[in-house]
Antibody
Framework: EVQLLESGGGLVQPGGSLGLSCAAS????????LSWVRQAPGKGLEWVSS????????YYTDSVKGRFTISRDNSKNTLYLQMNSLRAEDTAVYFC????????????WGQGTLVTVSS | EIVMTQSPVTMSVSPGERATLSCRAS??????LAWYQQKPGQAPRLLIF???TRATGIPSRFSGSGSGTEFTLTINSLQSEDFAVYYC??????????FGQGTKVEIK
């Protein structure tokens, strides 16, 4: 059974930093791309960042470019998102999602972790 | 960026009735479209991929159609567990997959 378990969310002040983790199990972690998708309170889904299976290529939505860093450790089956210079508009539930290998939709999602940026 | 527009934003449907949800892309995404269901406090769940293929374990009352810029999700004979928010997502220009704003299906 595929499982994705996020952790690391919490309350942080504007300008602060936070690191999220996503522990994966139930599939061969190293052959799948992964992504972070967020959902602001009461709002829709927004793609944030993706990383290829090897970790060799990373992608970001424009609003987080230069502030967020996605990475992965294939030996630990874990995905990360380091978030710096956080803003109020980054407040959201952050989901990690597994990318289907051929067609690139999200076939499995974690339960999400809430990040609140507020003073 | 490809913009996905869903309609209606909210729809009220009685149990047992059919719901038809629409999703329009600002440019062609071929058949690279997925539908997700999200219930309050839960993660999204994949329903449909490649515009019309049901994901594993999804009941046959869910069906998808369309290609290019116009897509439809149909839910036949709505069950109580189907009342939720539904999102379409294009993945034609991965990784920059964009979502629609969602359609909330509520009980009439």
């Amino acid at each position: 059974e595929v499982q994705l378990l996020e952790s690391g969310g919490g309350l942080v002040q504007p300008g602060g930093s936070l690191g999220l983790s996503c522990a994966a199990s139930g599939f061969t972690f190293s052959v799948y791309a992964l992504s972070w998708v967020r959902q602001a309170p009461g709002k829709g889904l927004e793609w944030v960042s993706s990383i290829t299976a090897s970790g060799g290529r990373t992608y970001y939505t424009d609003s987080v470019k230069g502030r967020f860093t996605i990475s992965r450790d294939n030996s630990k089956n874990t995905l990360y998102l380091q978030m710096n210079s956080l803003r109020a508009e980054d407040t959201a539930v952050y989901f990690c999602a597994k990318v289907q290998r051929v067609e690139a939709y999200f076939d499995y999602w974690g339960q999400g972790t809430l990040v609140t940026v507020s003073s | 960026e490809i913009v996905m527009t869903q309609s209606p934003v909210t729809m009220s449907v009685s149990p047992g009735e059919r719901a038809t949800l629409s999703c329009r892309a600002s440019e062609s995404v071929s058949s690279n479209l997925a539908w997700y269901q999200q219930k309050p406090g839960q993660a999204p769940r994949l329903l449909i991929f490649a515009a019309s293929t049901r994901a594993t374990g999804i009941p046959s009352r869910f069906s998808g159609s369309g290609s290019g810029t116009e897509f439809t999700l149909t839910i036949n004979s709505l069950q109580s567990e189907d009342f939720a928010v539904y999102y379409c997502q294009q993945y034609n220009n991965w990784p920059r997959g964009t979502f629609g704003q969602g359609t909330k299906v509520e009980i009439k």
